[in-house]
């Protein structure tokens, strides 16, 4: 939680802190004397800020000299204050008065279009201006995030209380750090001094990412300040107050549409300037909602920047409900602009200003908008547009790597983590609350008492017990070697050729170093019915170059039992149920020696390739037990499955020599850089796949076909309206002399009553082997995800985080027709669950129904956000 905050908080904050010689301190207090909590003070020379604590107090330390400080607050009058420092302390009392709002002499009638939409119309033409408005950045930020829980289930309660957790206790971390930022994309963090409570994974102060309030996205919600903004909001112009010379316009921001990834709240627009003074936004992300509170200052002339922001988490997961707050300031601003950028721009609608932009039309003429922009000239809304859009094009083609979207990296300094409580109290700008200092007592124990456990577990004093034989253990053989033992009590299933069967698995891994990896995975497994012991084991080679560039080659061979599609659709345990209970044996299998050699590996970050010679001595296999755990009248399947194509899918022993070459191409791909690692942006590019598989006719080998696929998939998002989701394969037998049913074309059908974890890896109703084929085929799964349909159109169901969606799959093969498929589904049902339901039809007939539970999409998709396929490391 902690670092899914931040990582909201880091793309928003750029702040500072002032070291001095005199202090000014002094309370914050509104018109009836109560203290303002975290009220804002701006020091407008030194571009640095801090806050009030819970009480309204404040403490700066200020140089001799003349200061001038802005006091802010949200809903309240700014006051700025010209202080003359000597040598003696001073004690402020500052009272702030309600922001005395005026409609600036707008009349708003039933049919006139609300000012807030012209007002928010050139706030949007110029948002991007504003993002390339710096072309550096440097600022010192110090940032304090606190938690806590307060609820829990009561099972886990009494755990809880004996470790000292409940409502009164406070997680707290705080950083200091200086950050850097270099447009486009490039961010740098030196973590100068780290204090947290909790365990070391909370240790990390942050990383400063892009987010910003000018981008159309802010941690994957629709900013009110997108150009697609005005699909997603209403828009209500509250008033205008003046702070200093500027004057400001409040806008409040309404969804069209309740519900996740939308915000709502208030924002307030310096005019003429057309950049954000302060915002307060609440949005909601799988029923855990968060508000975000930032104030902007003029931190240089045209140039607003944030200098305070503060967060609020609630939510409830599984019966935990908790809060968390967040609190940024900001010291030390450097900026440098853009050069190819004026200094300001004067921006007209069209719309409420349709006169001035026809006269300005109607004027001298420029050969390119970026004369008419260095001219000072007033542009219309589309001209800047057209400006920006040009301008960025330009740049990401000058760019030497135009594909990275983000490029963020951080340092910890050597002695971040030495400074004691005494050198936190005299730095931070605002003090603990009891809370938050019990807190830090009491996780400092438990931190203590859990680095004690860790060291007696690699001092050999702890790990495998009894308990380890039944559940599995990792063995720590030396800093760079693993052995992982998983055990055949877990492993325990059931199908209708080996009966109860298990197996006994062992991984032992070895780095080299942090890029290169040998692995070693034997695997020997037992059938009851069978009495033999089926064996295999693979040797495998892991290496990396530079970020992407991975690669592994394999060598594996054995005798071993595998399902007829060597996808494995069916899974052990699945198909144990479904045997034992209903004598439902959809798991189909067949025993072959083999050899196999292997390479995946990238030839450049968006192009994989792979290439596998295998070897197999095959031999079909039958059915051996007619077990249950229920009595019925009906008995098993034949473990030679119905197929459309074939009279028997029953095949003699026979040898069987394949080489398959499959390449996967992303031509849009673009990627974050974290600490130099590229990792991909899944969904920036749709992958395009071809796949030849070749059956070699030898002496030791006695199949001979040639296979052609191509494929492409893709999930894009929609706004925040949807996502869609698609997998499109069509394949061609284009010679078939010699061709064995485990050599078909098999598709990944789901007769079970479960859902496959990713929407678009399988068929919902599809029988596991009738379509497969040995000739030609078309394949096609989509599904689409709604943010709001027919049951979510109730906002107290939509605000849980509970999404809609509609599929449609089709198939087709000459011999078994078109097949297709279409039905309902509602995810992230209780956060965790799937549910769906859908209806087949055969060459245009009804062909069946199904209800199907699954864990949730969004789960799925977390696990394969980023292309990781091959992993190195302990």
């Not at 033409?125 to 009561?154: C, N, T, W």
């Not at 060598?555 to 699945?574: C, H, K, M």
Request: contains cysteine; positive net charge; hydrophobic residues 35%.
């Amino acid at each position: 939680m902690f670092r899914n905050t931040f990582f909201i908080i880091c793309g928003l904050c750029l702040s500072s802190i002032s070291f001095a010689q005199v202090q000014v301190s002094g309370r914050v207090l509104d018109e009836q004397g109560q203290p303002l909590p975290f009220a804002t003070i701006y020091v407008t020379q030194l571009q640095t800020g801090t806050t009030t604590n819970e009480q309204g107090f404040f403490s700066l330390q200020l140089a001799a000299g003349t200061w001038e400080l802005v006091f802010q607050y949200l809903g309240y009058q700014p006051v700025a204050k010209t202080l003359t420092v000597g040598q003696e302390p001073l004690d402020l009392t500052i009272t702030l008065q309600p922001e005395a709002l005026v409609l600036s002499g707008v009349e708003i009638t039933a049919r006139a279009e609300d000012p807030a939409y012209a007002i928010m119309r050139k706030a949007i033409a110029k948002s991007k201006y504003h993002l390339q408005q710096l072309d550096s950045m440097q600022a010192r930020v110090y940032i304090k995030g606190s938690g806590r829980l307060i609820e829990s289930p009561f099972f886990v309660r009494k755990k809880l209380a004996e470790e000292g957790i409940d409502s009164t206790f406070n997680f707290v971390t705080e950083s200091i750090s200086e950050i850097s930022y270099q447009r486009p994309n490039t961010y740098k963090q030196r973590v100068l001094s780290v204090r947290t409570s909790g365990s070391d994974n909370n240790t990390s102060p942050l990383g400063y990412l892009t987010g910003s309030f000018y981008q159309p996205e802010i941690a994957g919600a629709i900013s009110p300040l997108s150009p697609r903004a005005f699909a997603y909001y209403r828009f209500e112009y509250l008033g205008t107050f003046t702070d200093r010379q500027y004057a400001v316009s409040k806008i409040k921001v309404t969804p069209r549409s309740q519900g996740d990834d939308v915000f709502s709240g208030v924002i307030s627009i310096v005019e003429d300037y057309w950049s954000i003074y302060n915002l307060d936004l609440t949005t909601t992300h799988l029923g855990i909602t968060y508000r975000i509170e930032q104030i902007y200052n003029p931190v240089q002339e045209n140039v607003w920047l944030p200098v305070s922001h503060r967060f609020f988490i609630t939510g409830s997961v599984f019966g935990f409900a908790f809060e968390y707050e967040y609190l940024a300031t900001v010291s030390d601003y450097r900026i440098w602009l853009n050069p190819d950028l004026p200094r300001d721009i004067v921006v007209i609608d069209e719309k409420t200003q349709k006169a001035l932009a026809d006269s300005l039309a109607k004027s001298k003429s420029y050969a390119t908008n970026e004369e008419k922009l260095a001219s000072g000239k007033p542009v219309t809304r589309k001209e800047l547009r057209k400006f920006i859009r040009e301008y960025e094009k330009e740049e990401r083609q000058a760019n030497a790597e135009p594909q990275v979207a983000e490029n963020y990296s951080y340092q910890v300094d050597s002695t971040a983590y030495r400074a004691d409580s005494a050198w936190w109290a005299q730095v931070r700008p605002v003090p603990l609350s009891e809370r938050e200092i019990r807190g830090y007592h009491k996780l400092d124990s438990l931190a203590k008492a859990e680095r004690q456990d860790q060291d007696s577990l690699q001092n050999g004093k702890g790990g495998f017990s009894v308990g380890s034989i039944f559940t599995g253990h990792t063995f720590l053989l030396g800093n760079n070697d693993r052995l992982r033992y998983y055990s055949p009590f877990l492993n325990l299933n059931f199908n209708t050729v080996e009966g109860y069967n298990t197996l006994l698995r062992l991984r032992y891994r070895h780095n080299f170093t942090l890029d290169k990896m040998l692995e070693i995975t034997p695997e020997v497994r037992y059938g009851f019915n069978r009495a033999r012991v089926p064996a295999k084991g693979e040797v495998a080679y892991y290496y990396k170059k530079g970020t992407l560039r991975e690669g592994k080659i394999a060598l594996a061979g054995g005798r071993y039992v595998w399902q007829l599609n060597p996808d494995n659709p069916i899974q052990p345990f699945v198909n144990s149920l479904t045997s034992l209970l209903n004598k439902n044996n959809y798991m189909k299998l067949y025993e072959g020696g083999f050899v196999r050699v292997a390479y995946l590996g990238k030839l450049r970050d968006n192009l994989g390739l792979n290439l596998v010679l295998d070897w197999q001595e095959r031999t079909a296999l039958f059915n051996t037990t007619n077990h249950t755990w229920i009595k019925q009248s009906k008995e098993y399947t034949p473990n030679n499955p119905a197929n459309a194509e074939l009279d028997s899918t029953v095949f003699p022993y026979h040898r069987a020599l394949t080489t398959t070459l499959s390449l996967h191409y992303r031509p849009w791909q673009k990627y974050r850089i974290h600490n130099g690692r590229k990792s991909v942006i899944r969904s920036s590019s749709p992958e395009f796949s071809f796949t030849y598989r070749k059956g070699v006719p030898a002496a030791w080998g006695n199949t001979d076909f040639d296979l052609l696929e191509l494929g492409v998939q893709h999930s894009l998002r929609v706004g925040v309206r949807g996502s869609l989701h698609y997998h499109l394969t069509a394949g061609r037998f284009v010679q078939s002399r010699q061709l064995y049913f485990p050599d078909f074309r098999h598709f990944a059908g789901n007769e079970a009553p479960f859902l496959p974890a990713n929407p678009t890896g399988s068929y919902r109703l599809l029988s596991y082997y009738n379509f497969s084929t040995g000739r030609q085929y078309l394949s096609a799964l989509t599904y689409y995800e709604f943010r709001k349909f027919l049951f979510t159109q109730i906002p107290v169901l939509r605000m849980t985080g509970v999404r809609e969606l509609v599929f449609a799959n089709y198939l087709t093969t000459p011999a078994a027709g078109h097949y297709v498929e279409a039905g309902y589904g509602i995810d992230n049902l209780f956060r965790i669950l799937r549910v769906e339901a859908a209806v087949s039809w055969l060459n245009g007939r009804y062909n069946g129904f199904g209800i199907k539970v699954g864990i949730a999409a969004s789960l799925a998709a977390s696990k394969d956000s980023e292309d990781n396929s091959i992993t190195i490391g302990l």
